[in-house]
């Protein structure tokens, strides 16, 4: 071979190749992690939506305002029986449990604030988000 010849030889092409292999097989893994980290963020952005949602359903009925007539008995109807939950109209198979709080037992403890908890669970019954928050009611 002379010393004039240019181009790469073939094992050059194939040393070139190695080391494209090695930097692909190096960025996989993160490329997945992405991907597996994007999957569940998007889970969890829809769990949230749903949950608030639900709460401002909620908050809707019952202004923070001590002139306005609000029922600690109303806010128990909003609770949903154990063992079920409110499925997510957007058809994403999520599931939420609304908890509400026990009212005052005397009418002397209103107004009072009630403690309401949502809690959002996908397909499998994983929980996905809990979001609380208190309703102030003025009357049993």
């Known amino acids: 071979m002379s010393s004039r010849e240019e181009g790469f030889s073939i094992v050059e092409a ?4 190695f080391l494209l292999m090695v930097l692909a097989l190096a960025v996989l893994p993160l490329i997945a992690g992405a991907t597996r980290a994007s999957v569940t963020n998007t889970d969890l ?7 608030n949602s639900e709460l401002a359903a909620i908050k809707t009925g019952f202004s923070a305002d001590l ?7 109303d ?3 909003k609770s949903t029986p154990a063992g079920s939950g409110r499925s997510d109209p957007a058809g994403s198979g999520l599931t939420a449990v609304i908890a509400v709080g026990a009212c005052p037992g005397t009418a002397d403890a209103y107004p009072a604030t009630i403690p309401v908890t949502v809690s959002v669970r996908d397909a499998s019954g994983a929980r996905l988000t809990t979001l609380p928050t208190l309703i102030l ?3 049993p």
Do not use: K, Q
């Open 14 to 17: 194939i040393i070139a190749m």
């Open 45 to 51: 952005v829809a769990a949230n939506t749903f949950a």
């Open 67 to 73: 002139a306005t007539s609000s029922r600690c008995s």
């Open 75 to 77: 806010l128990s109807a």
């Open 137 to 139: 009611v003025v009357d």
